[in-house]
């Protein structure tokens, strides 16, 4: 699985957009790139993915790049409840195949 | 979303002996479920994968004999840590993965178990 880089961590202003950034510049054509996040002493939770076209839902937007090689991560208006570290994960396909192999993400702090 | 519980959320146990965590999902069925291990400040590192009525596959380093899986039916795998030693104590989570094709790219994480070994 291509590997990720993200920075180990980021602030934003409460009711501010946060940008995620990550950097998969060996990614392959078939590998989607998933964005979860873990809230202290919990499970991951899934935030959303891409393939090559941008996506939305209610949570974030997902900007990838036209080469794929690197993409963002968009939370709109952030929340204190937002404060959590973000990991980027590229995993092989869409069928039932792929493992998810967490980095070290980015700690994303939310300040009032 | 989909939910997958994990049980117990919390255990102690004394040194040499065996600890079993369940990882439900409850309504789903998963044919795939992951075990992930997460030390303090950390990232997660995937442990095995495990696919219903066959043997999980362990990520290289990782005890086969010492972290014993069982993937017995689409919605249970139990990972069972045997004579277990401080150095075993950690944040256990399991994962699942749907079992229908077009669900197939999506993973939900269990809230996961804190193991610790005195």
């Known amino acids: 699985d291509a590997k990720t880089t993200q920075p180990p961590s980021m602030d934003c202003a409460e009711g501010r957009a946060a940008n995620l950034p990550c950097n998969h510049s060996?990614?392959?054509?078939?590998?989607?790139v998933y964005w979860y996040r873990q809230i202290h002493s919990q499970g991951p939770q899934y935030i959303i993915h891409?393939?090559?076209n941008n996506e939305t839902n209610e949570m974030a937007s997902l900007i990838i790049t036209e080469d794929r090689k690197s993409s963002t991560l968009i939370l709109p208006h952030a929340t204190l409840r937002d404060t959590a570290v973000y990991y980027c994960i590229v995993r092989f396909g869409s069928g039932n195949t792929g493992k998810l192999i967490f980095g070290q993400g980015t700690t994303l702090q939310v300040k009032p | 979303g989909a939910v997958v519980s994990q049980h117990p959320s919390r255990v102690i146990c004394k040194s040499g002996t065996s600890v079993k965590i369940e990882c439900r999902s409850l309504?789903?069925?998963?044919?795939?479920m992951f075990w992930y291990r997460q030390f303090p400040k950390q990232s997660l590192m995937l442990m095995a994968t495990?696919?219903?009525?066959?043997?999980?596959?362990?990520e290289q380093g990782v005890e086969k004999d010492k972290f014993l899986i069982n993937h017995a039916s689409l919605t249970l795998s139990t990972l069972t840590v045997t004579s277990a030693h401080p150095e075993d104590s950690s944040f256990y989570i399991c994962s699942a993965r749907p079992a229908t094709d077009y669900r197939a790219y999506e993973q939900y994480f269990g809230p996961g178990t804190r193991l610790t070994v005195t």
């Open positions: 495990s696919n219903e009525g066959s043997k999980a596959t362990y």
């Open positions: 891409g393939l090559k």
């Open positions: 309504d789903f069925q998963a044919t795939t």
């Open positions: 060996t990614i392959s054509g078939n590998e989607y």
